[in-house]
Protein backbone atom coordinates (compact mmCIF):
# COMPACT_ATOMS: atom_id res chain seq x y z
CA UNK A 1 0.00 0.00 0.00
CA UNK A 2 1.34 3.42 -1.11
CA UNK A 3 2.19 5.91 2.15
CA UNK A 4 0.37 8.51 2.00
CA UNK A 5 3.25 11.92 2.00
CA UNK A 6 3.07 14.36 4.57
CA UNK A 7 3.77 18.04 4.08
CA UNK A 8 4.92 20.55 6.15
CA UNK A 9 2.00 23.07 6.29
CA UNK A 10 4.79 25.93 6.82
CA UNK A 11 6.26 25.23 3.85
CA UNK A 12 5.55 25.57 0.25
CA UNK A 13 4.57 22.61 -1.89
CA UNK A 14 6.06 22.11 -5.15
CA UNK A 15 4.43 19.24 -7.22
CA UNK A 16 7.02 17.62 -9.72
CA UNK A 17 4.20 15.87 -12.38
CA UNK A 18 6.97 14.48 -15.12
CA UNK A 19 10.04 12.49 -14.73
CA UNK A 20 12.67 15.33 -14.97
CA UNK A 21 16.54 15.59 -14.40
CA UNK A 22 17.41 14.68 -10.67
CA UNK A 23 20.57 16.78 -11.03
CA UNK A 24 18.01 19.83 -12.30
CA UNK A 25 15.35 19.65 -9.47
CA UNK A 26 18.36 19.91 -6.88
CA UNK A 27 17.80 23.73 -6.34
CA UNK A 28 14.62 22.59 -5.02
CA UNK A 29 15.24 19.26 -3.34
CA UNK A 30 18.34 21.00 -1.16
CA UNK A 31 15.99 24.11 -0.03
CA UNK A 32 14.52 24.00 3.33
CA UNK A 33 11.62 26.63 2.22
CA UNK A 34 9.64 23.83 0.63
CA UNK A 35 7.77 20.40 0.65
CA UNK A 36 8.56 18.49 -2.92
CA UNK A 37 6.51 16.10 -4.23
CA UNK A 38 7.37 14.27 -7.32
CA UNK A 39 4.28 12.38 -8.49
CA UNK A 40 1.79 12.97 -11.39
CA UNK A 41 -0.47 15.48 -10.61
CA UNK A 42 -3.88 13.15 -11.91
CA UNK A 43 -2.40 10.87 -9.68
CA UNK A 44 -1.27 12.09 -6.24
CA UNK A 45 -3.05 11.44 -3.63
CA UNK A 46 -1.97 15.14 -1.62
CA UNK A 47 -4.60 17.64 -1.84
CA UNK A 48 -4.30 19.95 -4.60
CA UNK A 49 -5.38 22.51 -2.60
CA UNK A 50 -2.25 22.30 -0.95
CA UNK A 51 -0.41 22.94 -4.04
CA UNK A 52 1.91 26.09 -4.72
CA UNK A 53 4.03 25.32 -7.44
CA UNK A 54 3.59 23.10 -10.32
CA UNK A 55 6.63 21.47 -12.43
CA UNK A 56 5.92 19.96 -15.60
CA UNK A 57 7.81 18.85 -18.99
CA UNK A 58 5.28 18.46 -22.22
CA UNK A 59 3.55 14.95 -21.22
CA UNK A 60 0.88 16.79 -18.20
CA UNK A 61 -1.98 18.95 -19.81
CA UNK A 62 -2.76 22.12 -17.31
CA UNK A 63 -6.22 22.56 -18.42
CA UNK A 64 -8.23 25.44 -16.74
CA UNK A 65 -10.12 22.43 -15.06
CA UNK A 66 -6.77 21.37 -13.50
CA UNK A 67 -6.55 25.03 -12.70
CA UNK A 68 -9.91 25.57 -10.96
CA UNK A 69 -8.68 22.30 -8.43
CA UNK A 70 -5.60 23.69 -7.42
CA UNK A 71 -6.65 27.27 -6.23
CA UNK A 72 -3.77 27.94 -3.75
CA UNK A 73 -1.30 27.80 -6.89
CA UNK A 74 0.94 29.87 -7.38
CA UNK A 75 3.49 29.45 -10.77
CA UNK A 76 3.73 26.82 -13.06
CA UNK A 77 7.40 25.98 -14.26
CA UNK A 78 7.09 24.50 -18.11
CA UNK A 79 11.12 22.35 -17.80
CA UNK A 80 11.59 23.33 -21.78
CA UNK A 81 10.67 26.24 -24.41
CA UNK A 82 6.91 25.65 -25.76
CA UNK A 83 4.29 25.77 -23.32
CA UNK A 84 1.42 24.40 -25.78
CA UNK A 85 0.19 21.95 -22.82
CA UNK A 86 -0.52 24.86 -20.77
CA UNK A 87 -3.90 27.11 -20.88
CA UNK A 88 -2.52 30.38 -20.72
CA UNK A 89 -5.53 32.46 -20.62
CA UNK A 90 -6.60 30.59 -17.74
CA UNK A 91 -3.61 30.77 -16.14
CA UNK A 92 -3.74 34.66 -16.13
CA UNK A 93 -7.32 34.28 -14.83
CA UNK A 94 -6.17 32.24 -12.01
CA UNK A 95 -3.57 34.43 -10.97
CA UNK A 96 -1.26 31.86 -11.92
CA UNK A 97 2.34 32.92 -13.54
CA UNK A 98 3.88 30.73 -16.26
CA UNK A 99 7.70 30.60 -16.56
CA UNK A 100 9.60 28.05 -18.97
CA UNK A 101 13.17 27.73 -19.67
CA UNK A 102 13.82 29.78 -22.79
CA UNK A 103 17.61 28.87 -22.75
CA UNK A 104 17.83 25.38 -21.40
CA UNK A 105 18.36 24.41 -25.00
CA UNK A 106 19.93 26.91 -27.15
CA UNK A 107 23.48 24.73 -27.32
CA UNK A 108 21.79 21.42 -27.75
CA UNK A 109 19.74 22.84 -30.84
CA UNK A 110 23.00 24.06 -31.82
CA UNK A 111 25.22 21.50 -31.72
CA UNK A 112 22.21 19.23 -33.43
CA UNK A 113 21.99 21.40 -36.15
CA UNK A 114 26.09 21.33 -36.47
CA UNK A 115 25.85 17.89 -36.78
CA UNK A 116 23.03 17.54 -39.42
CA UNK A 117 24.98 19.94 -41.75
CA UNK A 118 28.29 18.32 -40.92
CA UNK A 119 26.14 14.87 -42.22
CA UNK A 120 24.47 15.77 -44.80
CA UNK A 121 27.24 17.26 -46.78
CA UNK A 122 29.66 14.44 -46.13
CA UNK A 123 27.00 11.83 -46.56
CA UNK A 124 27.63 10.25 -43.39
CA UNK A 125 24.20 8.63 -42.46
CA UNK A 126 23.41 7.73 -46.18
CA UNK A 127 27.67 5.91 -46.13
CA UNK A 128 26.67 4.27 -43.04
CA UNK A 129 23.44 2.40 -44.46
CA UNK A 130 25.67 0.83 -47.21
CA UNK A 131 28.09 -0.32 -44.82
CA UNK A 132 24.90 -1.93 -42.85
CA UNK A 133 24.14 -3.50 -46.46
CA UNK A 134 27.10 -4.73 -47.19
CA UNK A 135 28.45 -2.58 -49.35
CA UNK A 136 31.61 -0.49 -50.09
CA UNK A 137 30.33 2.81 -51.81
CA UNK A 138 33.75 5.34 -51.64
CA UNK A 139 32.66 6.81 -54.38
CA UNK A 140 29.08 6.94 -54.56
CA UNK A 141 29.19 9.36 -51.25
CA UNK A 142 32.07 11.18 -51.79
CA UNK A 143 31.15 14.48 -50.59
CA UNK A 144 31.86 18.40 -49.18
CA UNK A 145 33.70 20.83 -46.90
CA UNK A 146 31.81 22.89 -45.11
CA UNK A 147 35.33 24.85 -45.12
CA UNK A 148 35.15 28.26 -47.57
CA UNK A 149 31.13 27.58 -47.90
CA UNK A 150 28.72 30.64 -47.16
CA UNK A 151 26.03 29.34 -44.46
CA UNK A 152 22.68 31.65 -44.66
CA UNK A 153 21.15 31.71 -41.33
CA UNK A 154 17.44 32.50 -41.23
CA UNK A 155 16.59 33.66 -37.81
CA UNK A 156 19.48 35.19 -35.51
CA UNK A 157 18.61 34.76 -32.17
CA UNK A 158 20.27 32.64 -29.54
CA UNK A 159 20.61 29.56 -31.50
CA UNK A 160 21.15 31.20 -34.39
CA UNK A 161 24.49 33.36 -32.69
CA UNK A 162 25.26 30.01 -31.39
CA UNK A 163 25.63 28.15 -34.71
CA UNK A 164 27.61 30.86 -35.93
CA UNK A 165 30.04 30.77 -33.59
CA UNK A 166 30.52 26.83 -34.90
CA UNK A 167 30.38 27.91 -38.72
CA UNK A 168 33.21 30.65 -37.84
CA UNK A 169 35.51 27.49 -36.18
CA UNK A 170 35.14 25.89 -39.40
CA UNK A 171 36.12 28.86 -41.42
CA UNK A 172 32.79 29.10 -43.22
CA UNK A 173 31.12 33.02 -44.15
CA UNK A 174 28.22 33.57 -42.22
CA UNK A 175 25.23 35.63 -43.60
CA UNK A 176 22.64 36.42 -41.33
CA UNK A 177 18.95 37.42 -42.38
CA UNK A 178 16.74 38.76 -39.18
CA UNK A 179 14.73 41.73 -39.29
CA UNK A 180 15.44 42.81 -35.75
CA UNK A 181 19.12 42.32 -36.63
CA UNK A 182 21.05 45.76 -36.52
CA UNK A 183 24.63 46.31 -38.35
CA UNK A 184 26.40 46.67 -34.65
CA UNK A 185 25.26 43.26 -33.42
CA UNK A 186 26.30 41.65 -36.79
CA UNK A 187 29.63 43.38 -36.56
CA UNK A 188 29.68 41.78 -32.92
CA UNK A 189 28.55 38.39 -34.13
CA UNK A 190 31.39 38.42 -36.90
CA UNK A 191 28.61 37.69 -39.54
CA UNK A 192 26.95 39.89 -42.34
CA UNK A 193 24.06 41.52 -41.80
CA UNK A 194 21.63 40.56 -45.66
CA UNK A 195 17.93 40.33 -46.60
CA UNK A 196 16.24 37.54 -47.59
CA UNK A 197 17.01 37.52 -50.94
CA UNK A 198 20.76 38.36 -50.38
CA UNK A 199 20.56 35.06 -47.93
CA UNK A 200 18.57 32.93 -50.73
CA UNK A 201 20.72 33.90 -53.68
CA UNK A 202 24.25 33.25 -51.98
CA UNK A 203 24.52 30.59 -49.54
CA UNK A 204 25.94 26.97 -50.19
CA UNK A 205 24.24 26.10 -47.08
CA UNK A 206 20.79 27.44 -45.95
CA UNK A 207 19.48 27.04 -42.32
CA UNK A 208 16.30 28.93 -40.76
CA UNK A 209 15.96 29.64 -37.31
CA UNK A 210 12.72 31.99 -37.49
CA UNK A 211 9.99 31.86 -35.22
CA UNK A 212 6.78 30.12 -36.52
CA UNK A 213 4.45 33.29 -37.28
CA UNK A 214 2.07 34.59 -40.04
CA UNK A 215 4.74 36.33 -42.17
CA UNK A 216 7.28 33.17 -41.79
CA UNK A 217 4.99 30.11 -42.60
CA UNK A 218 6.00 28.51 -45.58
CA UNK A 219 8.99 30.99 -45.91
CA UNK A 220 10.63 28.73 -48.12
CA UNK A 221 8.03 27.51 -50.52
CA UNK A 222 8.11 26.45 -54.32
CA UNK A 223 9.65 30.14 -55.64
CA UNK A 224 12.13 31.16 -52.48
CA UNK A 225 13.46 27.68 -52.67
CA UNK A 226 13.71 28.86 -56.75
CA UNK A 227 15.84 31.54 -56.08
CA UNK A 228 18.61 29.83 -54.16
CA UNK A 229 21.76 28.43 -55.29
CA UNK A 230 21.86 25.61 -57.54
CA UNK A 231 23.13 22.46 -55.46
CA UNK A 232 22.14 24.49 -51.60
CA UNK A 233 21.81 22.61 -48.56
CA UNK A 234 19.05 23.25 -46.93
CA UNK A 235 18.13 22.47 -42.99
CA UNK A 236 15.47 23.06 -40.59
CA UNK A 237 16.02 22.60 -36.58
CA UNK A 238 13.51 25.29 -35.73
CA UNK A 239 10.24 24.85 -36.45
CA UNK A 240 7.92 22.56 -38.44
CA UNK A 241 6.10 24.61 -41.01
CA UNK A 242 8.72 27.24 -41.50
CA UNK A 243 9.99 25.10 -45.20
CA UNK A 244 7.02 24.07 -46.71
CA UNK A 245 7.52 20.33 -46.94
CA UNK A 246 5.81 19.16 -50.16
CA UNK A 247 8.10 22.22 -52.07
CA UNK A 248 11.07 21.02 -50.23
CA UNK A 249 10.79 17.40 -51.70
CA UNK A 250 9.97 18.60 -55.23
CA UNK A 251 13.07 20.77 -55.09
CA UNK A 252 15.42 17.80 -53.91
CA UNK A 253 13.80 15.50 -56.66
CA UNK A 254 14.61 17.97 -59.30
CA UNK A 255 18.28 18.47 -57.83
CA UNK A 256 18.09 21.98 -57.45
CA UNK A 257 18.46 21.26 -53.15
CA UNK A 258 21.64 19.10 -53.29
CA UNK A 259 20.35 17.96 -49.82
CA UNK A 260 18.08 18.42 -46.67
CA UNK A 261 18.12 17.84 -43.07
CA UNK A 262 15.18 18.28 -41.39
CA UNK A 263 14.33 17.95 -37.27
CA UNK A 264 10.94 18.88 -37.26
CA UNK A 265 7.56 18.85 -38.83
CA UNK A 266 4.25 20.77 -39.78
CA UNK A 267 2.62 17.89 -38.58
CA UNK A 268 4.49 14.99 -35.60
CA UNK A 269 4.78 12.28 -34.83
CA UNK A 270 5.85 12.48 -39.12
CA UNK A 271 5.52 8.71 -39.58
CA UNK A 272 6.76 7.52 -43.32
CA UNK A 273 7.06 11.45 -43.90
CA UNK A 274 7.97 11.05 -47.73
CA UNK A 275 11.13 13.45 -47.28
CA UNK A 276 12.15 10.21 -45.29
CA UNK A 277 11.98 8.51 -48.61
CA UNK A 278 14.40 10.45 -50.20
CA UNK A 279 18.24 9.45 -50.12
CA UNK A 280 19.51 13.31 -49.78
CA UNK A 281 17.00 14.10 -47.40
CA UNK A 282 18.23 13.54 -43.46
CA UNK A 283 15.55 13.18 -40.83
CA UNK A 284 15.39 12.72 -37.33
CA UNK A 285 12.43 12.56 -34.86
CA UNK A 286 13.10 16.21 -33.21
CA UNK A 287 15.50 15.42 -30.89
CA UNK A 288 17.33 18.46 -31.59
CA UNK A 289 16.79 19.47 -27.73
CA UNK A 290 17.20 15.73 -26.32
CA UNK A 291 20.29 16.22 -24.61
CA UNK A 292 21.42 14.98 -20.92
CA UNK A 293 22.57 18.05 -20.29
CA UNK A 294 19.39 19.89 -21.87
CA UNK A 295 17.22 18.65 -19.86
CA UNK A 296 19.32 18.65 -16.70
CA UNK A 297 19.43 22.38 -17.82
CA UNK A 298 16.00 23.46 -18.24
CA UNK A 299 14.37 21.30 -15.16
CA UNK A 300 17.67 23.23 -12.94
CA UNK A 301 15.95 26.59 -14.68
CA UNK A 302 12.38 26.52 -14.01
CA UNK A 303 13.29 24.88 -10.61
CA UNK A 304 15.22 27.97 -9.75
CA UNK A 305 12.57 30.39 -10.70
CA UNK A 306 10.14 28.62 -9.29
CA UNK A 307 11.53 28.67 -5.79
CA UNK A 308 12.77 32.20 -6.11
CA UNK A 309 9.25 33.36 -7.33
CA UNK A 310 8.00 31.39 -3.64
CA UNK A 311 10.44 33.30 -2.11
CA UNK A 312 9.50 36.38 -2.88
CA UNK A 313 11.86 37.25 -6.02
CA UNK A 314 10.81 38.44 -9.76
CA UNK A 315 10.39 36.06 -12.39
CA UNK A 316 12.13 37.14 -15.66
CA UNK A 317 10.99 34.24 -17.58
CA UNK A 318 7.01 35.00 -16.92
CA UNK A 319 5.04 34.07 -19.85
CA UNK A 320 1.52 35.60 -18.31
CA UNK A 321 0.43 38.25 -17.07
CA UNK A 322 0.64 38.25 -12.96
CA UNK A 323 -2.48 38.81 -11.14
CA UNK A 324 -4.14 42.20 -10.39
CA UNK A 325 -6.53 43.14 -8.09
CA UNK A 326 -9.92 44.70 -9.64
CA UNK A 327 -8.90 48.42 -8.42
CA UNK A 328 -5.25 47.76 -10.32
CA UNK A 329 -6.71 45.97 -13.23
CA UNK A 330 -9.77 49.24 -13.58
CA UNK A 331 -6.94 51.63 -13.24
CA UNK A 332 -4.23 50.58 -15.60
CA UNK A 333 -6.11 48.58 -18.18
CA UNK A 334 -6.96 51.16 -20.49
CA UNK A 335 -3.81 52.68 -20.87
CA UNK A 336 -2.04 49.11 -21.21
CA UNK A 337 -4.35 48.51 -24.01
CA UNK A 338 -3.37 51.74 -25.63
CA UNK A 339 0.12 51.26 -25.68
CA UNK A 340 -0.17 47.90 -26.60
CA UNK A 341 -2.31 48.63 -29.39
CA UNK A 342 0.23 51.82 -30.60
CA UNK A 343 3.09 49.06 -29.93
CA UNK A 344 1.45 46.92 -32.02
CA UNK A 345 0.51 49.28 -34.79
CA UNK A 346 4.39 50.59 -35.16
CA UNK A 347 5.52 46.78 -35.23
CA UNK A 348 4.10 46.53 -38.52
CA UNK A 349 4.85 50.06 -39.96
CA UNK A 350 8.03 49.80 -39.16
CA UNK A 351 10.18 47.34 -41.50
CA UNK A 352 13.61 47.41 -40.72
CA UNK A 353 16.10 46.41 -38.13
CA UNK A 354 15.25 48.17 -34.24
CA UNK A 355 18.21 50.10 -32.07
CA UNK A 356 15.98 52.02 -29.92
CA UNK A 357 12.61 52.57 -28.71
CA UNK A 358 11.89 56.11 -26.80
CA UNK A 359 8.55 56.35 -25.05
CA UNK A 360 7.73 59.45 -22.91
CA UNK A 361 4.61 60.76 -21.03
CA UNK A 362 2.57 63.99 -20.31
CA UNK A 363 -0.64 64.56 -18.61
CA UNK A 364 -1.72 62.35 -15.86
CA UNK A 365 -0.41 59.48 -17.10
CA UNK A 366 2.90 60.55 -15.88
CA UNK A 367 2.18 61.06 -12.68
CA UNK A 368 1.57 56.93 -12.47
CA UNK A 369 4.00 54.33 -12.69
CA UNK A 370 4.71 54.29 -16.12
CA UNK A 371 7.02 50.98 -16.50
CA UNK A 372 3.85 48.41 -16.71
CA UNK A 373 2.81 51.46 -19.99
CA UNK A 374 6.06 50.70 -21.61
CA UNK A 375 6.18 47.07 -20.91
CA UNK A 376 2.95 46.93 -22.79
CA UNK A 377 4.30 48.80 -25.84
CA UNK A 378 6.92 46.47 -26.10
CA UNK A 379 5.05 43.88 -25.81
CA UNK A 380 2.40 44.72 -28.66
CA UNK A 381 5.94 45.80 -30.50
CA UNK A 382 7.28 42.27 -30.27
CA UNK A 383 4.36 40.33 -30.73
CA UNK A 384 4.54 40.74 -34.88
CA UNK A 385 8.01 39.47 -34.94
CA UNK A 386 7.84 36.20 -32.48
CA UNK A 387 6.52 32.73 -32.11
CA UNK A 388 6.72 32.87 -28.43
CA UNK A 389 4.39 34.31 -26.01
CA UNK A 390 4.83 37.84 -25.39
CA UNK A 391 3.21 39.97 -22.44
CA UNK A 392 4.21 42.65 -20.61
CA UNK A 393 6.24 40.62 -18.14
CA UNK A 394 8.76 39.44 -20.70
CA UNK A 395 8.56 41.80 -23.19
CA UNK A 396 11.68 43.99 -21.36
CA UNK A 397 14.02 40.40 -21.20
CA UNK A 398 13.19 39.59 -25.21
CA UNK A 399 14.69 43.78 -25.90
CA UNK A 400 17.67 43.34 -23.90
CA UNK A 401 17.92 40.04 -25.68
CA UNK A 402 17.59 41.40 -29.04
CA UNK A 403 19.85 44.73 -27.97
CA UNK A 404 17.13 47.38 -28.45
CA UNK A 405 17.82 50.12 -26.26
CA UNK A 406 14.65 51.37 -24.39
CA UNK A 407 14.24 54.55 -22.93
CA UNK A 408 11.27 56.41 -20.87
CA UNK A 409 10.90 60.00 -20.14
CA UNK A 410 8.29 61.88 -18.51
CA UNK A 411 7.54 65.48 -20.17
CA UNK A 412 5.35 68.59 -19.29
CA UNK A 413 3.93 69.33 -22.65
CA UNK A 414 0.60 66.63 -22.92
CA UNK A 415 -0.72 68.93 -26.18
CA UNK A 416 -3.77 70.09 -25.03
CA UNK A 417 -4.86 66.03 -24.28
CA UNK A 418 -6.09 64.80 -20.47
CA UNK A 419 -3.15 62.15 -21.36
CA UNK A 420 -0.81 61.88 -23.95
CA UNK A 421 2.04 59.04 -25.15
CA UNK A 422 5.02 58.94 -27.73
CA UNK A 423 7.36 56.34 -29.14
CA UNK A 424 9.84 56.94 -30.93
CA UNK A 425 11.25 53.71 -33.01
CA UNK A 426 14.87 54.01 -34.56
CA UNK A 427 16.37 52.19 -37.35
CA UNK A 428 19.72 51.83 -39.16
CA UNK A 429 18.62 54.60 -40.96
CA UNK A 430 14.82 55.43 -40.67
CA UNK A 431 12.76 56.30 -37.59
CA UNK A 432 8.73 56.27 -36.78
CA UNK A 433 7.43 58.55 -34.49
CA UNK A 434 3.73 57.46 -33.47
CA UNK A 435 1.30 59.45 -30.61
CA UNK A 436 -1.72 58.02 -28.55
CA UNK A 437 -3.99 59.57 -26.34
CA UNK A 438 -6.94 58.11 -23.81
CA UNK A 439 -9.20 59.35 -22.01
CA UNK A 440 -13.01 58.34 -20.90
CA UNK A 441 -14.77 60.61 -23.49
CA UNK A 442 -13.12 59.28 -26.72
CA UNK A 443 -11.01 55.78 -26.36
CA UNK A 444 -7.78 54.90 -27.52
CA UNK A 445 -6.68 57.64 -30.19
CA UNK A 446 -4.10 57.84 -32.30
CA UNK A 447 -3.33 61.21 -32.77
CA UNK A 448 0.13 61.92 -34.72
CA UNK A 449 1.91 59.38 -36.98
CA UNK A 450 5.21 60.95 -38.03
CA UNK A 451 4.84 64.60 -39.09
CA UNK A 452 0.83 63.96 -39.91
CA UNK A 453 -1.95 65.09 -37.90
CA UNK A 454 -4.96 62.79 -37.74
CA UNK A 455 -7.83 61.07 -35.48
CA UNK A 456 -7.73 57.58 -35.14
CA UNK A 457 -8.82 54.70 -33.61
CA UNK A 458 -7.60 51.77 -33.94
CA UNK A 459 -9.65 48.54 -35.03
CA UNK A 460 -9.06 45.07 -35.79
CA UNK A 461 -8.48 45.62 -39.70
CA UNK A 462 -6.49 48.22 -40.54
CA UNK A 463 -4.80 49.70 -43.99
CA UNK A 464 -1.83 51.95 -44.07
CA UNK A 465 -1.61 53.74 -47.46
CA UNK A 466 1.01 56.47 -48.05
CA UNK A 467 0.67 58.16 -51.57
CA UNK A 468 0.94 61.59 -53.36
CA UNK A 469 -1.77 64.19 -52.39
CA UNK A 470 -3.58 64.03 -56.01
CA UNK A 471 -7.36 64.61 -57.06
CA UNK A 472 -9.05 61.21 -57.44
CA UNK A 473 -6.52 59.53 -55.29
CA UNK A 474 -9.39 58.28 -52.36
CA UNK A 475 -11.50 57.33 -55.47
CA UNK A 476 -9.01 54.69 -56.67
CA UNK A 477 -8.13 53.27 -53.35
CA UNK A 478 -12.35 52.75 -52.67
CA UNK A 479 -12.79 51.36 -56.27
CA UNK A 480 -9.73 48.92 -55.52
CA UNK A 481 -10.60 47.78 -52.50
CA UNK A 482 -14.45 47.18 -53.65
CA UNK A 483 -13.29 45.23 -56.75
CA UNK A 484 -11.86 43.17 -54.19
CA UNK A 485 -14.95 43.18 -51.78
CA UNK A 486 -13.44 44.70 -48.49
CA UNK A 487 -15.55 47.08 -47.37
CA UNK A 488 -13.89 50.19 -45.91
CA UNK A 489 -15.41 51.16 -42.55
CA UNK A 490 -13.70 54.00 -41.99
CA UNK A 491 -11.24 56.57 -43.40
CA UNK A 492 -8.99 59.45 -41.60
CA UNK A 493 -6.04 61.11 -44.19
CA UNK A 494 -2.94 63.44 -42.88
CA UNK A 495 -1.32 64.98 -44.96
CA UNK A 496 2.01 67.72 -44.75
CA UNK A 497 0.85 70.07 -47.17
CA UNK A 498 -1.36 70.20 -50.44
CA UNK A 499 0.03 68.32 -53.68
CA UNK A 500 2.79 66.61 -51.34
CA UNK A 501 2.72 63.85 -49.33
CA UNK A 502 -0.04 62.11 -47.56
CA UNK A 503 -1.55 58.83 -45.59
CA UNK A 504 -4.49 57.32 -45.38
CA UNK A 505 -5.46 54.83 -42.17
CA UNK A 506 -8.55 52.77 -43.49
CA UNK A 507 -10.21 50.06 -41.11
CA UNK A 508 -12.09 47.69 -43.29
CA UNK A 509 -14.05 44.67 -42.38
CA UNK A 510 -11.41 42.09 -43.44
CA UNK A 511 -7.85 41.42 -43.54
CA UNK A 512 -6.70 42.90 -47.12
CA UNK A 513 -4.74 39.51 -47.97
CA UNK A 514 -1.57 39.61 -50.84
CA UNK A 515 -3.42 39.95 -53.56
CA UNK A 516 -4.90 43.25 -52.31
CA UNK A 517 -1.94 44.85 -51.31
CA UNK A 518 -0.34 43.86 -54.74
CA UNK A 519 -3.04 45.68 -56.60
CA UNK A 520 -2.34 49.08 -54.96
CA UNK A 521 0.89 48.69 -57.05
CA UNK A 522 -1.21 49.56 -60.05
CA UNK A 523 -2.00 53.10 -58.82
CA UNK A 524 0.65 55.56 -59.75
CA UNK A 525 0.37 57.77 -56.25
CA UNK A 526 0.47 54.67 -54.03
CA UNK A 527 4.32 55.07 -52.44
CA UNK A 528 3.36 52.07 -49.82
CA UNK A 529 0.69 50.36 -48.92
CA UNK A 530 0.82 47.63 -46.03
CA UNK A 531 -2.06 46.29 -43.71
CA UNK A 532 -1.99 46.52 -39.71
CA UNK A 533 -3.89 43.75 -37.89
CA UNK A 534 -4.47 43.82 -34.51
Given amino acids: MKQAIKLDQNLYTVLVSDTMSEDGLRPILDSSSVNVVQENVLETEIPLDQVDALLIRSATKVTADLLRSMPNLKIIGRAGVGVDNVDLDAATNHGVVVVNAPDGNTISTAEHTFAMMASLVRNIPQANRSMEEGRWDRKKYQGAELYGKTLGIIGFGRIGAEL ?102 AEEPAISHPLSSLEQVITTPHIAASTTEAQQNVAESVSQEVLGYLEGRPAPHALNLPYLDQDAFEKFSPFTKLTKTVGETASQLFKEPVKQINISYAGEISHQETGLFSRSFLAGFFRHRMDDYVNEVNASVIAKEREVEVSEIHENDANGYKNFFKAEVLGETNKLIIHGTHSSEIGPRIVQLDQFQLDFQPAKHTLYVRHNDRPGVIGKVGQLLGTHDVNIATMQVGRKEEGGQAIMLLTTDKECQEDVLEAFSRIEEIQFVTSIEL
Avoid at 177 to 205: C, G, I, M
Avoid at 228 to 248: H, Q, S, W
Fill in 164 to 265: AQRARAFRMNVLAYDPFLTKSRAEKNHVTAVTLEEALSQSDVLTVHTPLTKETRHLLNDETLASTKPGVFILNCARGGIIDEEALYRAVSSGHVRGAAVDVF
